[in-house]
């Protein structure tokens, strides 16, 4: 039986960090598909059309906080409300360039948002996002 292939949402409206953490995520072996959203709003309009669809929702969500529509904590509010109808649950992992304390304390208070890593993201640290996977 061949081990799962995760499914991963990039959402960041920088299209050099989408580009550098997809060639990032393709060189991890744990994940096989790969959306990468420039605008918060498309994610979830992907999210809603597939929200009874376990296997068409993504596995993870790595989340940009600034955007210049609805920023990402924003986004993580509506999110906590619109995990109850979901297919499953979906942990979101925060990528930022935010380097403020208060950020990553507001972060840890969000119960979805499993981790929070500064940018630019390692392959290291997406092995270890997928591997926290198993446990959430």
């Not at 959306?35 to 296997?55: P, T, V």
């Not at 403020?100 to 119960?111: F, G, P």
């Not at 500064?118 to 959430?136: G, N, R």
Request: aromatic share 10%; proline share 4%.
């Amino acid at each position: 039986m061949a081990a799962k292939k995760f499914h991963v949402f990039i959402v960041d409206d920088d299209p050099s960090f989408r580009f550098i953490t997809k060639k990032l995520c393709e060189k991890e072996p744990s994940i096989g598909r790969i959306e990468d959203f420039e605008d918060i709003y498309d994610a979830l309009r992907q999210i809603m059309l597939h929200k009874k669809s376990a296997e068409n929702l993504p596995d993870v969500i790595l989340l940009d906080l600034n955007f210049p529509t609805l920023n990402g904590w924003e986004f993580l509010e509506g999110f906590v409300d619109l995990q109850v109808s979901l297919a499953k649950k979906i942990p979101v992992f925060v990528i930022s360039s935010s380097l403020l304390n208060s950020d990553r304390a507001r972060a840890k208070e969000i119960d979805i948002v499993k981790g929070f890593f500064s940018k630019p993201i390692t392959l290291e640290q997406v092995t270890s996002i997928m591997q926290s996977l198993d446990s959430v």
